[in-house]
Nanobody
Framework: QVQLVESGGGEVQEGGSLRLSCTASGLTFSSYRVGWFRQAPGKEREFVAAISRLGTGALYGDSVKGRFTISRDNAKNTVDLQMNMLKPEDTAIYYC????????????????WGQGTQVTVSS
């Protein structure tokens, strides 16, 4: 059974930092590209970042470029999202997702999803 579990969410003040982690089990982790998405109330799910199978390549959404960094450790089956210079508009539930076939910003291209972790940025 494939499981993705996010952790590290919480509440932080504007300008602060948080580090999210996604831990995977039940799959050959290094065979999957992993993405982070977020969804704020009343809004569509938004692409945040994705990382290649070996961690040699990354994609970022325009709204987080330069502030967020995605990384992975295939020995530990984890993908992290370091979030700096947080803004109130970053408030959302953050999800990690895994795709074996796609290098994509489209959430429909990802096969497995975690349950999400809440990030709240106060001004």
């Amino acid at each position: 059974q494939v499981q993705l579990v996010e952790s590290g969410g919480g509440e932080v003040q504007e300008g602060g930092s948080l580090r999210l982690s996604c831990t995977a089990s039940g799959l050959t982790f290094s065979s999957y590209r992993v993405g982070w998405f977020r969804q704020a109330p009343g809004k569509e799910r938004e692409f945040v970042a994705a990382i290649s199978r070996l961690g040699t390549g990354a994609l970022y959404g325009d709204s987080v470029k330069g502030r967020f960094t995605i990384s992975r450790d295939n020995a530990k089956n984890t993908v992290d999202l370091q979030m700096n210079m947080l803004k109130p508009e970053d408030t959302a539930i953050y999800y990690c997702a895994a795709s074996q076939s796609s290098w994509s910003r489209d959430p429909d291209e990802y096969e497995y999803w975690g349950q999400g972790t809440q990030v709240t940025v106060s001004s």
